[in-house]
């Protein structure tokens, strides 16, 4: 080749490579973002999904409380009786009632729940369990859920400050032979959430009340549980909330140097009361801070839960976009090999966030996200061509017990056993999740409520013999239910939940079916 031809040659690859490289470097850039945008799309939405799994099961838990220990008329007398009396009679019914039920308050505070609180129907407080000796006040005007529920007879569910402490609150009305005698609250705090999550996750958690709603309604003896927040002096934190988990990535220190770093990031954007994530760096790391708003009953913005996580992703993301425009710049020469490798980064990116948003971590199986999907999609088959669908609910017995004694490794050792037991006993047709924790659901469509017991069976059967860990029996307690015509998914599986209760309560290593 003539040194003219070749020095052409060069310029018109230079030149060439130069015309093509630059819109797709254009377009790299925006692909990247696009990428990062989805990210934490999807990661607010699994923080959103697992914040408020939580909550739900809170929900029915407080429900079975409600239904089958306190909406009794031996306890709903004792308040009925209580309305007009004078103090000494108030206070013998009181001790009645405190006696009667500290047994269940005190089981209630080893899973977190903060408050059991009674008020007579002109909302005036009867008996706090976490306050005994704090009654008499009136809540007029203070707690809107209390003062709702004695205009409605009807329960509300929902986050409120209240006069000692916040929490979230489930205020449900008394009657006594159809006659209202006042309400109880039964409610749970932030640090009840983060427990459960630090039971599938390693992230560091954090809650935050805004100021003004704070000020407004606790006693001021008591906002000495309260500290102003790092990340804005409009919001406090609750005092209880500052400490993590022994599996949590970050200490306490930590958290207040982050807070510290993005606080005039997040400060402003605390007052859009929307959802949305900084992304910072610490130590080194990349590290996701997601915030999401709590509502409270009057439907008013009024808290954020705020989680912490170790983000490995976005890294990932970064150093694949240096790669591919390296790559973008050699397409100049070799364009098939770049449209080969670009697609395929793109399809392997694609199903790690796919991967991320729909598969428990630790055990390999699908997650609650997934679940939820596959199980509106699997009701809405089975109701609209009237056939049957059984939901199996189950988890480890004394599964705290297991981690106390042998270690969260072998606890862990644990969940992924029954997870591979149980996937090798049962259809590709069906739906093998993990609920949360130590607690496991199997969807089997086509299959009645007879046959999903025996199924139930055989898997506790199989659980009990089967040797997960050295001189350890582990077992489980099963709840089974059948798909009713008007199910929507709440009331299947608050239905499924209630027989896992009641085979809790049965004594452990049961099956109880609720058709």
Not at 2 to 27: C, D, E, Q
Not at 232 to 248: G, N, P, R, V
């Amino acid at each position: 080749m003539k040194k003219s031809t070749y020095l052409y040659a060069v310029f018109a690859i230079i030149l060439v490579s130069t015309i093509l490289f630059v819109p797709g470097n254009i377009f790299l850039n925006h692909q990247t973002q696009q990428k990062i945008d989805l990210l934490h799309k999807n990661k607010i939405l699994q923080v959103s999904g697992e914040f408020q799994a939580v909550r739900n099961s809170y929900t029915l838990l407080s429900q079975s409380i409600y239904d089958n220990v306190i909406n009794k008329d031996e306890i709903v007398s004792l308040v009925k009786q209580a309305n007009g009396k004078d103090k000494k009679t108030k206070a013998n019914l009181r001790k009645k009632l405190y006696d009667k039920l500290l047994p269940l308050y005190k089981n209630l505070s080893k899973h977190n729940i903060r408050h059991l609180h009674f008020q007579l129907k002109n909302s005036v407080s009867f008996l706090r369990f976490h306050r005994p000796e704090k009654f008499g006040d009136s809540l007029e005007g203070v707690r809107y859920s209390i003062n709702k529920v004695n205009r409605t007879f009807k329960p509300e569910h929902g986050f409120e400050e209240g006069r000692a402490l916040n929490g979230f609150r489930h205020v449900f009305p008394l009657a006594y032979k159809n006659r209202f005698a006042g309400t109880v609250e039964i409610s749970y705090s932030f640090n009840a959430i983060r427990e459960e999550q630090a039971k599938v996750s390693t992230a560091a958690y954090g809650f935050i009340v805004n100021k003004e709603v704070s000020s407004d309604k606790v006693w001021k003896e008591e906002l000495n549980h309260y500290q102003t927040s790092l990340l804005s002096d409009k919001y406090l934190a609750d005092k209880q909330t500052l400490l993590q988990t022994e599996k949590s990535i970050f200490t306490h220190d930590e958290i207040q140097k982050i807070n510290q770093s993005i606080s005039k990031d997040v400060s402003s954007r605390l007052q859009t009361q929307s959802r949305f994530l900084i992304d910072t760096k610490f130590n080194g790391k990349d590290i996701s801070v997601i915030f999401i708003p709590i509502l409270n009953i009057e439907n008013k913005q009024v808290a954020y839960f705020i989680s912490y996580h170790n983000d490995q992703t976005l890294p990932i993301i970064h150093r694949t976009h240096e790669i591919e425009q390296l790559i973008a710049l050699f397409t100049s020469i070799f364009i098939s090999t770049f449209l080969v490798l670009y697609i395929l980064s793109q399809k392997r990116a694609e199903h790690a966030l796919e991967l991320l948003a729909t598969t428990d971590p630790l055990t390999r199986i699908s997650n609650r996200n997934k679940l939820n999907i596959i199980l509106e999609k699997s009701m809405h088959l089975s109701q609209r061509y009237n056939l049957p669908l059984s939901v199996i609910f189950f988890d480890i017995d004394h599964f705290k017990k297991i981690n106390d004694e042998y270690g969260h490794d072998s606890g862990d050792t644990v969940l992924t056993g029954i997870a591979r037991l149980i996937s090798t006993h049962i259809r590709s047709s069906d739906i093998f999740a993990r609920w949360g924790g130590e607690e496991f659901i199997i969807v089997l469509p086509e299959t009645d409520h007879d046959i999903a017991r025996i199924l139930a069976e055989k898997f506790r059967k199989l659980i009990q013999e089967y040797k997960f860990l050295p001189n350890a029996t582990i077992t489980c307690s099963f709840g089974v239910t059948q798909l009713h015509a008007d199910d929507n998914e709440d009331s299947l599986l608050k239905r499924v939940d209630n027989a896992l209760y009641s085979a809790k309560e049965n004594g452990r290593n049961k099956v109880i079916e609720i058709s």
